[in-house]
């Protein structure tokens, strides 16, 4: 079993509305229009997928409204990807933590993905293939 | 070392000679490198890199992520993705796959990604041919990415380490394709020094993306979208670090002859037989072999004729390239690519050159010649040809600006 040097958080499936922890990973900065639900399902999975995320957005309104330099309202890291690249941007990413880590040349952890049920245009969140350690 | 195909001699030194092919050595570099992600998609005549680096890796010579992409789109994407986040990668494509990736080509150079490619460089469809032509990799040349034809087995292999070391530097971060001349370059064999581990530890560094790292401990956003009020000022930064480039590969040449004991000369480009020449001839890639034959036939005859090869076509070294060729009476520029509808509906090269020409004092005649297109051979005759029309124009006689050679009228 390959030693683990960085855990990630525990974080708990968020039941209801009345459980949803306050610290925000999406947050003011973005430029969509007032009720917008695409926002708001982005500051949710930010909440439950927790600190130790990267964010691939493909363009999109969640990539344009989002990201108007200079602000942005990523707490966690983001990079932009091309239209149809959000899963060759997420295996990329996921690739290269697994082989640094491997190579003994980045801090290892855990990968793992949390997947959402939104739409097309949402972000693909890194990244999981499992690994024989 | 599992890699070479035929090791014909063990040097007493530290290098090991074998006989290998472009795409060999370029492999081997990659091994050298310790290159972290690759991805890969067939299509010849690059993957034949994908074949070398598939056996280092299977034969536990090689640690690397290798993934084959669903299309070259995919290919480049993943490893643009895999560079962000720290890892040192490679790619490579050949013809239309390399087009079939252009919206990630184009982004990688504005995301000051160093990616390191190989252009097996093949004709475009349509018609298509499995054969050289070099207007797959050119077709980038507006975009940042840079950009060097080698000759040898041994020149891919040691560019390939000089690209990323420039590339990976902090003041370039730029991505650079190196263009192997399909079938002529990536599936013939030549005789290759292979460096040893110490001494490509000393040539490159590890690649450290800084506060550039994608990763939660440094939770940046990169690539927002800009508007008109931004744009203008991010491109001038991505063109600040291409004009930084030419020092860069300067530095890296001097620290690769020191470390590994080869030089180069001068990096953008090599002069054959060109001290007393009257008349010159200019081409990129595996062309200068029958070139340099044809040349020293026609020295023996008496003609004062020399041969400029372009390396790096990007960053193109205009000044110098200037200085250099207002020696000369006349200049035939061999493009091995088409550029329609350009300026006197010639290749790209020439057109360069010509542009770098126009800010010399004198001016010799350029005649541009679009020549082995498509994998047809340029052949000494043709060469003897190109060379008989310079001195024409060197004489004073009006020549056609672009004349194709070789072609059945």
């Known amino acids: ?133 | 070392m599992a890699a070479p195909s035929v090791t014909i001699e063990r040097g007493k030194g530290p290098e090991e000679i074998a006989l290998i092919t472009g795409s060999e050595a370029i492999a081997v570099a990659c091994k050298l490198a310790d290159v972290d992600v690759i991805t890969g998609y067939p299509i010849r005549p690059y993957d034949t890199v994908m074949q070398y680096i598939a056996k280092l890796i299977a034969d536990g010579d090689f640690d690397c992520e290798y993934i084959i992409a669903e299309s070259e789109h995919s290919q480049f994407e993943i490893v643009k993705h895999a560079s962000v986040v720290g890892a040192r990668v490679f790619c490579g494509s050949s013809g239309v796959g390399w087009m079939y990736a252009f919206e990630a080509l184009t982004v990688t150079p504005a995301l000051r990604v160093p990616m390191i490619a190989m252009v097996g460089n093949r004709a475009l469809d349509d018609p298509g041919a499995f054969g050289v032509e070099h207007n797959d990799a050119l077709a980038v040349r507006d975009l940042g990415w840079q950009l060097v034809w080698v000759d040898s087995a041994q020149e891919a292999l040691d560019t390939a380490l000089i690209a990323y070391r420039v590339a990976e530097d902090r003041r370039i971060f730029l991505p650079c394709a190196i263009s192997c001349d399909g079938a002529f370059l990536t599936h013939s064999q030549g005789l290759v020094k292979i460096p040893s581990q110490e001494k490509v530890n000393e040539f490159l560094p590890r690649y450290d993306r800084g506060d550039l790292l994608l990763h939660p401990d440094n939770p940046i956003t990169i690539a927002p979208q800009a508007n008109e009020d931004w744009l203008m000022e991010i491109r001038r930064q991505t063109a600040a670090a291409m004009e930084r480039s030419a020092g860069v590969i300067r530095e890296a040449y001097k620290d690769f002859e020191r470390i590994f004991g080869r030089s180069y000369g001068n990096p953008f480009f090599e002069e054959y037989e060109t001290e007393d020449a009257d008349v010159v001839l200019l081409g990129m890639g595996t062309l200068s072999t029958p070139v340099k034959v044809a040349i020293r036939k026609m020295r023996q005859e008496g003609k004062k004729v020399g041969f400029v090869r372009m390396r790096w076509f990007r960053p193109f070294a205009a000044e110098e390239l200037a200085k250099c060729l207002e020696r000369f009476k006349a200049v035939g520029v061999v493009d091995r690519d088409f550029s329609l509808g350009s300026p006197f509906h010639s290749g790209v090269l020439a057109t360069e050159v010509r542009a770098a020409m126009n800010s010399s004092a004198k001016h010799p005649p350029v005649i541009g010649f679009i020549c082995g297109l498509g994998g047809r051979e340029v052949l000494l005759q043709d060469v003897e040809k190109m060379t008989g029309i310079v001195y024409e124009a060197a004489a004073g006689k009006t020549q056609a600006p672009t004349q194709w050679i070789g072609v059945r009228e």
């Open chain 1, 1 to 133: 079993m390959a030693t683990i040097d960085v855990t990630l958080p525990k974080l708990d499936p968020i039941k209801g509305q009345k459980s949803i922890p306050l610290e925000e990973f999406f947050t003011s900065g973005h430029r969509t229009c007032q009720g917008c639900e695409s926002a708001l399902v982005m500051k949710m999975m930010a909440k439950a997928a927790g600190p130790r995320t990267i964010v691939l957005g493909s363009t999109g309104c969640m990539y344009v409204a989002n990201t108007t330099y200079y602000s942005t309202s990523w707490v966690i890291p983001w990079m932009h990807t091309q239209l149809g690249s959000s899963g060759s941007a997420a295996l990329g990413t996921a690739a290269a933590l697994k082989s640094l880590m491997r190579k003994g040349k980045m801090k290892r952890s855990r990968l793992t993905s949390s997947r959402s049920a939104a739409t097309a245009a949402a972000p693909t969140w890194a990244s999981q293939l499992s690994r024989r350690p």
